[in-house]
């Protein structure tokens, strides 16, 4: 790790519906899937969320009462940012514990998303040593996410094999949340790169590596808003206004690592 500690923002996503052997672990709290960001500003573009399925997840109790779910090594870091409550030795206070693979289907809700309900899906390329473990998915401006969204849509003996089920990403169109006026014809969205770049999944690393750079560069620098209340300003002048405004509404919250 850097010596900059590096800004995310957490993206509360809520659980929908429970299954039912969980809750007596779990009781009335309200259940977040929390995802690491550090494009707040394009959460008007989630489509699902994504897991390792073979990471480790726990469900932690915060203060105010919310649990998340998350990597244990995240939780440990927000009982030190006063976001989770602990026990006397510092420790996170975890209710229960599953694998990525058991969150796989799960409904959520998440702020700012067009969709009412969103899916958890597998992503074989999260590293849980960074953020939470969990990442949401904006496929018009992450080529990582676009190339695992269509690997679920398109692969059946993959959907087979993980449980995934096709409502989970077969009607989950990319939303288009940016334009680019100043950048004329050639704006290389997220799919368009990933099509152009012939990528065949999102385990094609050293393309995606090539693909992520120009998206990103442009994403921030360029990018006008497309949706929401700040439709039509720049991305760089209203993402921290977007961020703060998430935080405010209890959306989301700060998180260093
Ligand atoms: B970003 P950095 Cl639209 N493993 O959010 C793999 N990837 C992870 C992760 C993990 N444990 N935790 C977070 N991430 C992703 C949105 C987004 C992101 C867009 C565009 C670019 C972008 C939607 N996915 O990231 O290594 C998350 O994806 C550009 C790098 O800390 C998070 O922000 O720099 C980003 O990687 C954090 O990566």
């Known amino acids: 790790e850097g010596v900059n500690p590096q800004e995310y923002t957490l993206i509360k996503m809520k659980v929908k519906e429970l299954p039912k052997e969980w809750t007596e672990s779990l009781g009335d709290?309200?259940?977040?899937?929390v995802a690491a960001t550090l494009r707040p500003?394009?959460?008007?573009?989630?489509?699902?969320?994504?897991v390792l399925p073979e990471g480790e997840y726990g469900f932690f109790r915060m203060r105010g009462g919310d649990v998340f779910?998350?990597?244990?090594?995240?939780?440990?870091?927000?009982?030190?940012?006063?976001?989770?409550?602990?026990s006397e030795d510092m420790q996170p206070v975890c209710l229960m514990t599953k694998t990525g693979a058991d969150l796989v289907g799960l409904p959520?809700?998440?702020?700012?998303?067009?969709?009412?309900?969103?899916?958890?899906?597998?992503?074989?390329?999260?590293?849980?040593q960074k953020g939470t473990g969990v990442v949401t998915s904006v496929p018009a401006e992450a080529p990582d996410d676009f190339a695992c969204l269509t690997?679920?849509?398109?692969?059946?003996?993959?959907?087979?094999?993980?449980?995934?089920k096709e409502e989970w990403c077969q009607p989950f169109e990319v939303v288009d949340i940016l334009s680019f006026?100043?950048?004329g014809e050639d704006v290389p969205s997220a799919p368009a790169i990933c099509e152009a770049m012939k990528i065949?999944?999102?385990?094609?690393?050293?393309k995606l590596a090539?693909?992520?750079?120009?998206?990103?560069?442009?994403?921030?620098?360029?990018?006008?808003?497309?949706?929401?209340?700040y439709a039509g300003k720049k991305v760089i002048d209203v993402k921290a206004q977007i961020r703060q405004d998430l935080i405010d509404q209890g959306d989301a919250v700060a998180y260093f690592e």
């Open 41 to 50: 500003e394009t959460m008007y573009g989630q489509t699902n969320c994504f």
């Open 210 to 229: 090539a693909a992520k750079k120009d998206v990103y560069q442009k994403g921030f620098y360029s990018g006008v808003m497309k949706i929401g209340p």
């Open 108 to 128: 959520l809700e998440a702020p700012l998303c067009q969709y009412p309900t969103i899916h958890v899906l597998p992503m074989f390329t999260i590293s849980m």
């Open 29 to 33: 709290s309200n259940v977040f899937l």
């Open 200 to 206: 065949e999944s999102h385990r094609d690393k050293d």
């Open 181 to 183: 006026p100043d950048e």
């Open 151 to 164: 690997d679920w849509k398109k692969r059946a003996n993959w959907r087979e094999q993980y449980g995934v």
């Open 69 to 86: 779910v998350c990597s244990r090594r995240s939780a440990l870091n927000m009982c030190y940012q006063d976001l989770a409550e602990s």
